[in-house]
């Protein structure tokens, strides 16, 4: 079974601390991606990245950056953590293949910024 | 333009009945894959069906079946007979590919409602 851990379910910041949010799966996926998920706006894509060191930004990439160091792990970074930051957070992996069938998802960190 | 459309935010279907998830999807590629998840109010990402652009077959995965409608580009998922336990988030999504990397792309969602 494909398991993708994030570091935290539940996180609560104030305003200006630097984030770090981390995401590890174990089935050597090249694809990874950082989700934010808010009430009527669906999964927006923030980041993702294709291999280690390689990074792509999403829809919706201001204020976050990425880091990619080994293959198992994906860490969002906040620099700057602001109360519109305040959201959940979802990681997910997936194979490099036009038949690949889906993303495999974390568990989701709802991060509150104070 | 949005690449995924879903214009239903919430839905009620009474237990047993059958419903219908609306989706639109926008792309230019020829190469593309559906995909149909479920959300519980716990939060994690269920994969419930997928349909390949190429697929001629509507895919079916017990329950839930993906009326693809490939001139119309919609992708409408179809749950029969309705249990309490469908209650939740439905998300439909896109897998657009790109030379080495796999791109995806999510609707809002419909909340779903089974009463008893």
């Known amino acids: 079974d494909v398991k993708v851990t994030q570091s935290s379910r539940y996180l609560v910041k104030r305003t200006g601390e630097k984030v770090f949010l981390e995401c590890v799966q174990d089935?050597?996926?090249?694809?990874m991606f950082w989700y934010r998920q808010d009430p009527g706006l669906g999964l927006r894509l923030i980041y993702f990245s294709y291999d280690v060191k390689m990074k792509e930004k999403g829809d919706i990439p201001e204020g976050y950056s990425v880091s990619r160091e080994k293959k198992e792990r994906f860490s969002l970074i906040l620099e700057s953590a602001s109360t519109n930051q305040t959201s959940m957070y979802l990681c997910a992996s997936s194979l490099i293949s036009p038949n690949s069938y889906e993303q495999y998802f974390g568990p989701g960190t709802r991060l509150t910024v104070t | 333009a949005q690449k995924i459309t879903q214009t239903q935010p919430g839905m009620f279907v009474q237990e047993k009945e059958a419903v219908t998830l609306d989706c639109t999807y926008d792309t230019s590629d020829q190469s593309y894959g559906l995909f149909w998840y479920k959300q519980p109010s716990s939060g994690e990402m269920i994969f419930l069906i997928y349909q390949g652009s190429y697929d001629e077959q509507n895919a079916t995965e017990g329950r839930y079946s993906l009326n693809f409608q490939k001139a119309r580009k919609s992708a409408n998922l179809v749950i029969s007979a309705s249990q309490l336990g469908d209650s939740a988030m439905y998300f439909c999504a896109m897998r657009e590919g790109r030379y080495n990397f796999n791109k995806f792309y999510f609707g809002s969602g419909t909340k779903l409602n089974v009463k008893p």
């Open positions: 089935m050597d996926h090249e694809n």
